[in-house]
């Protein structure tokens, strides 16, 4: 494999975040391990929005 393609069939912890996240930038792969992790790890079904809303530039 060339380092200009996916591997799309193994998961991706950035993709797997993305799914966490609602994002589109994910593949089928990547969904059951991002669900596996937030039935081991509960918190993390809100954190990802949390941390996204934090990172969020304020407006004045």
């Avoid at 799309?8 to 969904?31: C, M, Q």
């Amino acid at each position: 494999m060339s380092e200009s393609e996916l591997a799309t069939d193994i998961p991706h912890s950035a993709r797997v975040w993305n799914y966490r996240l609602g994002g589109k930038d994910n593949f089928e792969v990547d969904r059951p391990v991002g669900d596996q992790f937030a039935d081991f790890y509960p918190t993390c079904r809100t954190r990802p929005r949390s941390s996204r809303r934090r990172a969020a530039p304020r407006s004045t």
